[in-house]
């Protein structure tokens, strides 16, 4: 068990409809990472928060939105949803969104969306 | 465009043999080199690293090899166990990526005792 929890675990919805999916990280970390793993795809990095403060973005399309709250959980939204976001979402922690070798991320078990 | 390749998905290895899993990479910058395993229905873990100004990194039963010129990078098993039957993920940052990863697609390691 890393610490992170993620909700919910599976997730199944229809075209053009509008998800959240909630992250709380270990306790003590400052920073949460998604990222989404579609088929046969390695892990794509999604967006980064730090202590309440988007960091960094990647590959995040438009209908994608996130957000850290007070409390240091996160949530993904995922709206207008295409058959394409159909996959596994991940949640990452670390402590100081440092990165190696002194920040380690560690992984929630992941939501699996399914967009029908 | 894929700047981390794992180029085997699948690699079957009997117990007590090595597993050599093996990554290539295209981007000069990263210079921290990342090892992820990950069973089914759970997240990834973290397993070992390298920095770039190394060659050669051990923990136990798992070594990481770097081969800058090469862009180059192999992660040893020995012995391996059923246990290590997982997908493998190699991954990859640079400074001033606040520490983002850049993952490989995976491969699937299957021990057979």
């Known amino acids: 068990d890393s610490g992170v929890t993620q909700t919910p675990k599976h997730l199944i919805t229809a075209t053009g409809q509008r998800v959240t999916l909630r992250c709380s990280p270990r306790?003590?970390?400052?920073?949460v990472y998604w990222y989404q793993q579609s088929l046969d795809q390695g892990l794509q990095f999604l967006i980064q928060y730090y202590n309440g403060e988007e960091r960094a973005k990647g590959n995040i399309l438009e209908r994608f939105s996130a957000q850290q709250f007070p409390d240091l959980h996160s949530e993904l939204n995922l709206s207008s949803l295409e058959l394409g976001d159909s996959a596994l979402y991940f949640c990452a922690s670390s402590v100081a969104g440092a990165g190696p070798p002194t920040d380690t991320q560690y992984f929630g078990p992941g939501t699996r969306l399914t967009v029908l | 465009d894929q700047q981390v390749k794992q180029n085997s998905p699948s690699l079957s290895v009997q117990e007590g043999r090595i597993s050599i899993l093996n990554c290539d990479y295209t981007n000069s910058m990263f210079d921290y080199f990342l090892w992820y395993k990950k069973y089914p229905a759970e997240g990834p873990t973290f397993l070992i690293s390298i920095s770039s100004i190394k060659d050669k990194n051990e923990d136990g039963r798992f070594t990481v090899f770097l081969n800058k010129s090469a862009k180059h990078l192999s992660l040893h098993i020995v012995p391996s166990q059923p246990g290590d039957s997982a997908v493998y993920f190699c991954a990859a940052s640079y400074m001033g990526s606040q520490g983002n990863l850049i993952f490989g697609k995976g491969t699937k390691l299957s021990v057979k005792p």
């Open positions: 306790s003590g970390d400052l920073s």
